[in-house]
């Protein structure tokens, strides 16, 4: 049977198109923040912050277009869940590059400080787990495979348990006033990038409702990111 | 179009709802299985003459929803709503094998009166039809054709009475002696609406009821559905997946199958909650023709 909305579906696939470009921006947003942070770079802290400015507008333009194709298309059924996805996947990705702009701005009140080397480690290990998620992400929408969506949660884990641990490598920074603020701030990367790896998870579940129509809940409520006491 | 014989008291009586039946209605369906069917198609195949136009349909009809028939042209949504009250019958050639049950009674069986059927089974088509006649006088007929003989004060309660449930009185009741054609096509289908319901039906078909009708005029006719389905179950025949989506409880998607020598029989593909329906199908079928992925 011959396709008979063309123009519609192209518009659909060009919005997804879009976004998944800014999911690749935002996996080098990651890169270079974690880079400024752990190097001191401000000059890559700038960029991550330029770079979210066009996030920023894409967000909306996707917005908007979205908006224009439920008035006047009345998508069902399978395009109903797409657009339900595009919809939640662009507000995701536009709170991601929001976090690696605190990374960045992270950098800038941390410029001058003593790094710890043993903290830049882990923080650059999120980095890697992040990232790795998010491309891991991308390939699962475009592959639109569910069982590659389901790797998501299992590879946030890490990431979970990185961002809990960091508590007691600042314990372990001692007396050091600046050295102790920049581990501080450094927590607080840290829970940028577990945040960063939440919105990937989520970005998974929302593909599989795509896909299957069913409604899934990868994170568990109440785990993930939180510190958890001894 | 219909014989103003009165109809078999006996007939009336086994067609009767039973308490039990409304007693069990659930307020808040929690899937697709329908607990209190006022009607309910089994096995039912439609010939017209040696064709077979639609073949294999069993489906449930349930109190107090509205039930939308949706698929492409030629599948059959149409005839099988015409089963439903007999309309068939009055088309030659029309031989209709299998069940429809109203309140558990076949309505094929030999002893039904069809007339009584189309009584508690009523129906509005897709052009508003009028008769030349007063405003008053179309709904009156709709009352006096199936054996009302109220003095004049009852009909006189009666006409007013389907015309509010219709949502027209307010616009008419200072003009009811004038011609029905003197409206407006929404306030045309209305009235229609209005004279189906004045024999008091249970069941309100309706076919493609506001496909002749402008955006707003379609629109009320939908708020008009809505507000009737607490009295009356209804169904509908609709070309436009946005109106079963806005107006419907359940939908019943059609489709066509094409045998070798290029005969086109109507089928049905999938009945579910409208919500479910259309959000996430179960049949490809049904997914390809409500994204428009079928020609």
Redesign the interface.
Known sequence: ?????TA??QELEDMERTLLGVADQAEQMVQKAVEAFTTGRLDLADEVIVADESIDETYIEIHNRWMQLMARQ????????LMSMLLHVNTTLERMGDQTVNIAKLTRATDGLPRVDAIVERIQEMGDLVRAMIRTGIEAVVRRDADEARLLPAMDEPVDRLNRDMYQEVVKVGNDPRQLEWATKAMMVARALERVGDQVVDIGEQLVFLLT?ERVEFNEVGLGGLPQRE | MVNPTPSGQTTSETMDRTHTEAATRSAAPVDATVVDTVMRIEDLDVYYGDFLAVKDVDLPFARHEITALIGPSGCGKSTVLRCLNRMNDLIPNARVEGKVFFNDRNIYDPDVDPVEVRRRVGMVFQKPNPFPKSIYENVAWGARINGFKGKRGEMDDLVERALRQAALWDEVKDKLHESGYSLSGGQQQRLCIARALAPNPEVLLMDEPASALDPIATLRIEELMLSLKNEYTIIIVTHNMQQAGRVSDRTAFFSVDVDERGQRTGKLVEFDFTDKLFTSPSQKETEDYITGRFG
């Open positions: 049977m011959p396709e008979i909305r519609f579906h009345q998508p069902l059924a399978s395009d109903l869940r129509g």
